[in-house]
């Protein structure tokens, strides 16, 4: 199953409302995870089950779709956020990410 | 909970390593593992996966056939076989843990440092 995210590159302010979007090629229910990788770090699981919001992540995340299409929206950008964002999908293995989105400050 | 990887190394086209990922904090015997690479300056891969008790285990079109993930539930380890390596396959390996008791469909939740391999001639 291949993923599609878009756009690759982002740049946006701090305070900016900013979405991700993330289509399969094929239909994988909610079965669709969402992690942030900052510089040099390990990545962190952000949302699972397509719209469950991992404990300890800001209530400024969420995510929302199923089937073939979802997004991560960010509804006020801190500094923090500033970093790679990857869906993955976990409905068929082989398992696959997409190609990540570079969310840059503006 | 701790995920260490170990193993990681520069070696020539065509041989082999084995990685080894080092776990604590949860009971180990519970849960997924799984091997995800990340090349220099790109994306996430994901690499191989095996279920709790091994009894399933799934590979990348990249790495089939000649890499092999295993698990030790009596040491809490995890490892994978990498054979015919390839310049392709440079990257850093992380270890993952999925957080779905008994689950081999859940999300990953924690993730190692990674422990870089480079296949250079």
């Known amino acids: 199953i291949q993923l599609t995210q878009s756009p690759s590159s982002l740049s946006a302010s701090v305070g900016d409302r900013v979405t991700i979007t993330c289509r399969a090629s094929?239909?994988?229910?909610?079965?669709l995870a969402w992690y942030q990788q900052r510089p040099g770090k390990a990545p962190n699981l952000l949302i699972y089950g397509a719209s469950t919001l991992q404990s300890g992540v800001p209530s400024r995340f969420s995510g929302s779709g199923s089937g073939t299409d979802f997004t991560l929206t960010i509804s006020s950008l801190q500094p923090e956020d500033f970093a790679t964002y990857y869906c993955?999908?976990?409905?068929?293995?082989?398992?696959?990410f997409g190609q990540g989105t570079n969310l840059e400050i503006k | 909970v701790q995920l260490v990887e170990s193993g990681g190394g520069v070696v020539q086209p065509g041989t082999s390593l084995r990685l080894s990922c080092a776990a604590s904090g949860f009971t180990f015997s519970n849960y997924a593992l799984h091997w995800v690479r990340q090349a220099p300056g790109k994306g996430l891969e994901w690499v191989a996966g095996i279920s709790y008790s091994g009894g399933n285990i799934y590979y990348s079109d990249s790495v089939k056939g000649r890499f092999t993930i295993s698990r030790d539930n009596s040491k809490n380890t995890l490892h994978l076989q990498m054979s015919n390596l390839r310049e392709g396959d440079t990257a850093l390996y992380y270890c993952?843990?999925?957080?779905?008791?008994?689950?081999?469909?859940?999300?990953?939740?924690?993730w190692g440092q990674g422990t870089l391999v480079t296949v250079s001639s």
């Open positions: 993955q999908q976990i409905n068929h293995y082989p398992r696959t």
């Open positions: 993952v843990r999925d957080q779905g008791l008994y689950d081999f469909w859940s999300a990953s939740v924690d």
């Open positions: 094929q239909d994988i229910t909610t079965f």
